[in-house]
């Protein structure tokens, strides 16, 4: 090759280095429920997913400097559409315990609140074996909560399950259960100050238990190393003021625990 074609060539190159896009962002593919689950995540009439989870998962996506795109799963399956590669991460309020890190990793805790139970106000009920023999307990199926109750309870309730925690909500109101049992947060700061919860209160102590979990993990498949990123991500931004920020805007108080 001759030097005058070897230059032009050369500076074709360069040109072309120039004018060459950036690398395309690093995605991650977040999944999520639709169901209703005030503070955490809601999706409005428009189709847009809200809340406190929500903010937090974008602000560990910028973070960590990569774009993230939510992917909608219901709750019950969502664990095998993770393993499924249908998205990368799981970001639902999913509580870090022993028997889900069989099947999944876990980032470290992004909040942590306890379980309580709710019923009517009209009614005095002792949260104990005594006091809650005879008694309907609604659950959201596949949660922490449900294996609690079914743990710690069963033969003594009648435990019934439900797909959402808004259906479950809905059978307290219309009396088909006794009580409800799920997030305190989820429950106080959501279905108790709506005009539908104004009849029901908290009833007994908040719950903290190993079968409850060690707080809420961002969940990936075995072995991926996103697991350690988001676990960078959290401590980044509690440091950094955004995650107060963020808090603060949903709670009177650091739902981090």
Not at 98 to 119: C, H, L, M, N, T
Not at 174 to 202: M, N
Request: include cysteine.
């Amino acid at each position: 090759m001759n030097r005058p074609i070897l230059a032009a060539c050369l500076a074709i190159a360069a040109l072309a280095g120039l004018a060459a896009p950036a690398p395309a962002q690093d995605v991650v593919r977040i999944g999520t429920t639709p169901e209703s689950y005030p503070p955490f995540t809601w999706v409005d009439a428009q189709g847009k997913l809200n809340g406190f989870e929500i903010e937090i998962a974008d602000a560990l996506c910028a973070q960590m400097q990569v774009k993230c795109e939510w992917v909608l799963q219901s709750w019950d399956g969502i664990i095998p559409a993770l393993q499924e590669k249908k998205f990368d991460a799981i970001i639902a309020s999913m509580g870090i315990t022993a028997e889900r890190k069989q099947v999944v990793d876990f980032s470290e805790k992004y909040y942590d609140s306890p379980a309580i139970f709710i019923g009517p106000k009209s009614e005095t009920i002792d949260i104990s074996p005594e006091g809650l023999e005879g008694k309907t307990v609604g659950v959201q199926v596949s949660t922490i909560h449900a294996n609690y109750i079914e743990a710690k309870y069963k033969g003594i309730v009648t435990i019934k399950t439900y797909d959402t925690q808004e259906n479950a909500n809905l059978d307290l109101i219309a009396g088909r259960v006794d009580l409800l049992l799920a997030d305190s947060v989820a429950l106080t700061d959501g279905f108790l100050k709506s005009p539908e919860g104004a009849d029901f209160e908290v009833k007994g102590q908040p719950i903290r238990d190993p079968l409850l979990g060690d707080g809420s993990g961002i969940a990936v498949r075995k072995g991926d190393p996103l697991a350690a990123k988001f676990s960078e991500a959290i401590k980044a931004i509690r440091a950094n003021g955004v995650y107060k920020k963020i808090n603060d805007k949903y709670f009177s108080f650091d739902i981090y625990g």
